[in-house]
């Protein structure tokens, strides 16, 4: 009987410490949709609960001597709010601006929690059938580390795609306070007064309706917050493997516009500014096969279909969800001019980066438009070792573009961006142009050896870009020319540091 006994707090320990982790995945993987530089807020979030996990386990101390109701009570209260702390932190976001000051309260009280836990369950066991402490340690942290396992991998593969966000952590804490209650009542149930027990029936009844109650406004209430975040209507909002993906449309519907993460892609009113000054510079020299590397709203690829002795063109985007809002949504079909249907577009959903290092084929012109440098997973697209498999991607006589920020707002940023290029071999020609939706914005056109003379040749005139807009365009004003930094590298990616700093105030 004893054994069974074990085995079923044993077995409450292996779900609690799948819980635990899973409400610290669900603050890591909040800040990085919410904020971006995922690492920053893996190293914030798992810092301060382990830290926190230390004093909880010294808080613990005292409560040894009522281990069984403490534990119970302590279950059900990590219940509630590790249920409730990705909804309230995004409210936190979306109306009080007061997200990090939130975000390490809720590390510090969740990893309190946890930490108390292990001290608590010892006792529990001990309570059970006495042994050695060593094989009592390593029998609880056994199954403390192996369930830590399933709450790693279940976080991604199941709880992410079947519940999302808000309603995953609500799912977990109504498993954690289920398992709390239901192991104390059914393994220590005579240890149990008549009050202790009504007491945490009661309050087991109140947490799990408040979390149902939370489960059931969640899909409304994320709406609501999701819709503070931006300032027209959101008509399209989900969140795939990779990011949070939102499309919003004026009330008129002259203005979309498509977020990742919170930042803007594009604005439909002036978007064919940057197209065509990122595609047809590039295109005036040779474009018989074309790589695009990102751009997977389906717009670059517009430009660059209007020429019609581009033989192929194949594009690499990681996220097959934006192709497939711009495949299936009529606004950003319209604006895309259904590029993806044109049979001469191979289109593969794999990393750029992992892409380039496997050898790809050779191409005539290459367009690099991916996300700015200001995350840790995005800053290696930027590194001198990244653009020098662009490189070997490059057809003889080929020639790159690449989107590189704004030369007034992130200084550094941009011309980081032209010092990786030539250290990578490229010779560069830099240039930038208004685009109202993000204010100066430049690119690199880039070739080996020599710099690419920026010229045109559309097929057709073009809304914006014309020889004396591009002849303006290379004329960067007294305090936005050339400065010297040193390259960015994927073990020194300066860019990341330059675009966290230079876009802080904006």
Not at 39 to 55: E, N, P, R, T, Y
Not at 101 to 114: E, K, N, R, S, T
Not at 245 to 266: E, K, M, Y
């Amino acid at each position: 009987m004893s054994r069974l006994r074990r085995t079923a707090v044993l077995a409450a320990v292996f779900v609690c410490a799948a819980c635990g982790l899973v409400y610290e995945l669900a603050l890591v993987a909040l800040g990085s949709y919410l904020i971006g530089d995922t690492a920053a807020q893996a190293s914030i979030v798992l810092g301060v609960m382990v830290f926190a996990m230390g004093i909880g386990a010294l808080a613990a101390k005292p409560l040894q001597g009522r281990a069984l109701v403490a534990f119970a009570w302590i279950e059900l209260l990590l219940a509630l709010l590790g249920g409730l702390s990705v909804l309230g932190l995004y409210a936190a976001f979306a109306w009080l601006d007061l997200y990090a000051p939130a975000l390490i309260a809720v590390a510090l009280v969740l990893g309190a929690l946890i930490g108390a836990e292990i001290p608590l369950l010892m006792v529990l066991l001990q309570r059970i059938r006495r042994q050695d402490a060593g094989s009592a340690v390593a029998d609880l942290f056994a199954a403390d580390y192996v369930g830590a396992l399933l709450g790693g991998l279940a976080f991604p593969f199941l709880l992410l795609p079947v519940f999302g966000q808000l309603r995953g952590a609500l799912v977990v804490g109504v498993v954690n306070a289920v398992i709390g209650v239901v192991v104390v009542f059914a393994v220590f149930r005579r240890d149990l007064s008549r009050r202790a027990g009504v007491a945490l029936s009661a309050g087991a009844l109140a947490v799990l309706a408040v979390l149902g109650g939370a489960f059931w406004v969640s899909e409304p209430f994320e709406v609501t917050a999701r819709q503070q975040l931006y300032a027209d209507p959101v008509v399209f909002a989900t969140h795939s493997r990779y990011q949070e993906i939102v499309l919003t449309s004026s009330l008129d519907g002259a203005d979309v516009r498509l977020f990742l993460n919170g930042d803007l892609q594009f604005a439909s009113i002036d978007e064919y500014r940057y197209h065509e000054a990122l595609v047809h510079p590039l295109l005036a020299g040779a474009r018989g096969s074309v790589l695009i590397l990102g751009g997977g709203d389906g717009l670059a690829l517009r430009e660059v279909l209007k020429y019609p002795d581009v033989r192929s063109v194949t594009e690499v985007e990681l996220d097959p969800a934006v192709v497939d809002l711009a495949r299936t949504d009529p606004r950003l079909r319209a604006l895309n001019a259904a590029a993806y249907d044109d049979p001469r577009v191979h289109l593969l959903n794999l990393d750029a980066f992992a892409w380039l290092r496997d050898g790809p084929p050779q191409f005539d012109a290459i367009i690099v438009d991916l996300p700015d440098p200001d995350e840790t997973a995005t800053a290696k697209l930027y590194s001198v070792e990244f653009y020098a498999m662009v490189r070997r991607a490059l057809a003889p006589g080929g020639r790159v573009v690449v989107q590189s920020g704004s030369p007034y707002f992130a200084q550094r940023s941009y011309w980081c961006v032209e010092a990786s290029l030539r250290e990578a071999g490229f010779a560069t020609s830099p240039y930038h142009v208004d685009v109202p939706s993000f204010g100066d914005w430049g690119f690199f056109l880039a070739a080996p050896e020599t710099p690419p003379a920026l010229t045109l040749q559309p097929p057709a005139p073009l809304r914006f870009l014309d020889p004396d807009v591009l002849r303006a365009a290379t004329v960067f004003p007294a305090d936005r020319r050339r400065l010297q930094v040193p390259p960015s590298t994927l073990m020194d990616p300066r860019i990341l540091q330059y675009a966290r700093e230079e876009w802080k105030g904006y």
